[in-house]
């Protein structure tokens, strides 16, 4: 059974992150905690945050080739666009998408869908 570690850098669960010193600590990028606070300063064209699904994605460089066009990405800068990404009827390759853009994750009592230990948007089937 996987041993949970918990220290300055963050849980961990995976054995790699129990052998690594703090320098060489691998953390994913959902690990780090971004208030609803902070996604709020990213409101603009050359700095544009959304939350989907308790995520946080900086879609900045999105802007220009996301097949939606820029206007209703900066239409949800700096807040939570999940309704509207679920409402649009993404495909699957725009959740899997989502990956390269995410840069955190909401801190558990911010969120509204995703708990610890919970699934993964791009495991939802569409
Ligand atoms: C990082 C976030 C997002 C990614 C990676 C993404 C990706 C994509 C991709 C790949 C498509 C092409 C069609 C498909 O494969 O489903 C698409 C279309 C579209 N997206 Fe997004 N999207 C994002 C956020 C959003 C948000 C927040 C909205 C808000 C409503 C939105 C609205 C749309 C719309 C309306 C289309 C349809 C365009 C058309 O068919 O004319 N997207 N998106």
Redesign the pocket.
Known sequence: MAKTITNVFGSANSSSNLLASPQQAVTKPEDREISLQEVEWHDSPKDCW?V?YDRV?D?TD?LDT???GED??LE?AGRD?TV??R??G??A??IR??DK?LIGSLPLHERLFRKLGGIRLSDIPV
């Open positions: 959304i989907i994605y879609v999105f996301h097949p939606g209703i990405l949800h666009a509207a990404f409402g649009s993404h495909s390759q725009a998408a989502l853009y």
